[in-house]
């Protein structure tokens, strides 16, 4: 079945520093791509998406773009700041998004001054 | 954006007692809504789908005479964890569709159960 893995966490950095949190799938169609952030105390966010090979999406600095040869949908950010501590989540949907999410287990990032 | 709420945001009950999780959407109306489990450090899990006025729809595994699922209004979906054992205890999440917009699931906060 399909299925998102993304590299373990803690991830930590110091501000201004580059970050990729590396994600790839495995899905039997064409399926769009997420990624959502979840700030402590609070619910999933969407950050960005993407719905076809190529595509890229972008959202408060961070991008990720659609790999369909690698399988892979890898988050960016040129330089994090402290508010960018959250777990990320990497997510997939045979549907758009309007129905089953698949999720990775989830990347804590850590940024300090 | 659009807001979910969950309640309580932490639980913890006996062995053998039920314990219901309430999933609202505050500022829009979802006909569907969606309750997930997550293991620690693992992924967030899809039990099942809420749909309005219907029954819902649960994923392989999922024990439907155990996590009953309710979604009487637009607004609002629950959970109830029936003779709970310490394996339920774990962290419920709801997101709610927002179908205007784009067909964006909205999160909420997630509700944390501990059955001792």
Redesign the interface.
């Known amino acids: 079945g399909d299925s ?1 893995t993304q590299m373990e966490g803690p991830v930590t950095l110091s501000e201004e520093a580059f970050l990729t949190i590396n994600c790839t799938y495995t899905a039997t169609g064409y399926p769009s791509l997420f990624w ?1 952030v979840q700030y402590p ?6 950050l960005l998406k993407a719905t076809k090979a190529d595509d890229k999406g972008s959202n408060k600095g961070f991008e990720a773009t659609y790999r369909k040869e690698t399988t892979s949908f890898h988050l960016e950010k040129g330089s994090v700041q402290v508010s960018d501590s959250a777990v990320y ?1 990497c997510a997939l949907s045979e549907t ?11 990347t804590r990032l850590a940024v300090h001054p | 954006g659009a807001v979910v709420s969950q309640h309580p945001s932490r639980v913890i009950c006996k062995s053998g007692t039920s314990v219901k999780i309430e999933c609202r959407s505050l500022d829009f109306q979802a006909t569907t809504m969606f309750w997930y489990r997550q293991f620690p450090k693992q992924s967030l899990m899809l039990m099942a789908t809420s749909n309005e006025g219907s029954k819902a729809t649960y994923e392989q595994g999922v024990e439907k005479d155990k996590f009953l699922i309710n979604h009487a209004s637009l607004t609002l979906s629950t959970l109830t964890v029936t003779s709970a054992h310490p394996e339920d205890s774990s962290f419920y999440i709801c997101s709610a569709l927002e179908s205007l917009g784009g067909y964006e699931q909205y999160f909420g906060p997630g509700t944390r159960l501990t059955v001792t």
């Open positions: 998102v959502y105390g609070e619910g999933l966010q969407l989540f758009g998004g309007y129905n089953k999410l698949i999720f990775g287990a989830g």
